[in-house]
């Protein structure tokens, strides 16, 4: 039977194992397996050329028994209301994981930038801000940029919300930029702290990271900065990289101004010229035969039908929901070690929370506070998951790095609803 590659379903069957391991109270687990709130909007704009399209925006708040909900709002064509829910839900792991007071959520709006003029992408985000209305904010739900959205975009509805609230109050949004207020640091935190990981990761499975050969799916904002980063952070190696054309494989290396002037002149990195490098497909990305892989784009990209030819010893999910759930348990059979998106990615969302104390505090730090925190708290979540996973495995019960993230991130959450009295 084909793979079922509904996100939401997913999500929702992730929840269920995680809940039949730890026994999770019944109630706990029926509130959990449903978000809280979600809004469907129809948004009417007009277009350059003076006619009205109608887009289809959602926004989920899947919960926030922790704190408010938060996490991305995404623009794609393929977006629904049940990517937006397993996104949702995703971001109450991921905080609940990171231990940090919110909640999550998730918005989209399906659409397709690529194929719209700024002006219409600005008129289109101001109006879902002004659709959203003071269901967002510092207290209630805080939005940031995720797939196809920038600080740009966040800055726009930062602006309309200002005017809806007659509030300036900064921490209703973050990855804002630096002008208004967005934290240095905040740009590349979510490849910076997956780059923690791979360090802390690396050590435990002695693959030395400078001799390391990385393969990152994805040019986006959490690819370019892991190509960047795994340099800095680790001395290791990019040899293939990756956009939604198609890829670029270069076992000398490659170079990050040229693959963006390559991206900038062709639409492409793969274009990128070179005496070794040769043209991939985004497939072929994912089954060459390096020490770490690094899905950085979308989700589903590891599946049943090419797990089996995944060769590295180390898979980090940069991305949201890169692995399905069939394609882990072949990983698993393998002896990959694939660490879970909700913990490799959240210094994102780590690092938006400091930008929301920042911006709440008024109390703005260096950078290198910023970095240093960031590792603390990362590094504090890798060492609890694989703690869960090692406490399990002393039992005699073999569970993967995902249900033992999920474990530790459904547990906070049941417990914050059990002193709220939600069952
Ligand atoms: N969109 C990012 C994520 O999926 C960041 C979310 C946030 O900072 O709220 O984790």
New binding site residues.
């Given amino acids: 039977m084909a793979e079922e590659l509904n996100p939401f379903k997913i999500a929702q069957e992730q929840l269920d194992e995680a809940a039949g391991i730890m026994g999770l109270d019944r109630q706990a687990h029926a509130i959990l397996r449903e978000p809280k709130r979600t809004l469907i909007m129809s948004i009417p704009v007009r277009m350059d050329d003076n006619t009205t399209e109608v887009f289809t925006g959602f926004r989920v708040q899947y919960n926030d028994a922790r704190g408010p909900a938060?996490?991305?709002i995404r623009f794609h064509p393929q977006e629904s209301l049940d990517t937006v829910k397993a996104l949702a839900a995703w971001?109450t792991w991921?905080c609940s994981l990171a231990d940090i007071p919110f909640g999550g959520g998730k918005g989209g709006i399906v659409c397709d930038t690529k194929k719209m003029s700024e002006k219409e992408i600005e008129a289109l985000t101001r109006a879902y801000a002004r659709h959203l209305g003071t269901d967002i904010g510092a207290a209630v739900d805080?939005p940031?940029?995720?797939v196809y959205t920038n600080p740009q975009t966040m800055a726009w509805i930062l602006d309309e919300h200002i005017n809806i609230t007659r509030k300036v109050q900064f921490g209703s949004i973050?990855?804002k930029p630096v002008e208004l207020w967005g934290s240095e640091g905040r740009m590349d935190s979510?490849a910076r702290g997956g780059m923690f990981v791979m360090r802390e990761a690396a050590k435990m499975l002695n693959i030395d990271a400078k001799k390391a050969k990385i393969a990152v799916q994805g040019f986006g904002n959490a690819g370019k900065y892991a190509y960047e980063l795994s340099k800095e952070v680790m001395g290791a190696s990019v040899v293939a990289i990756s956009d939604s054309e198609g890829g670029v494989y270069d076992p000398d290396g490659l170079d990050l101004q040229k693959l963006e002037s390559t991206k900038a002149s062709t639409g492409s990195v793969m274009n990128y010229e070179s005496k070794n490098a040769q043209k991939l497909t985004n497939d072929q990305l994912l089954q060459l035969d390096v020490d770490i892989l690094i899905p950085a784009a979308i989700e589903n990209q590891v599946r049943q039908d090419n797990a089996d030819k995944i060769k590295c010893k180390l898979l980090l999910e940069l991305a949201?929901g890169p692995v399905t759930p069939e394609a882990n348990e072949i990983l698993f059979e393998k002896g990959i070690t694939d660490l879970p998106d909700f913990l490799v990615?959240s210094g994102?969302?780590i690092g938006?929370y400091y930008e929301w104390v920042q911006n709440i505090t008024g109390d703005y730090w260096d950078t290198d506070v910023f970095y240093a925190k960031l590792d603390k708290k990362i590094t504090r979540s890798f060492n609890d998951t694989v703690a869960m996973q090692k406490s399990y495995a002393d039992k005699g019960k073999k569970i993967n790095y995902r249900m033992a993230a999920y474990i530790i991130a459904v547990g906070r959450v049941a417990k914050a609803m059990k002193a709220r009295g939600w069952y």
Wanted: proline share 6%; glycine share 24%; no cysteine.
């Fill in positions: 938060k996490g991305g971001m991921k805080v940031a940029p995720d973050t990855g979510t949201n990615n994102g969302v938006s």
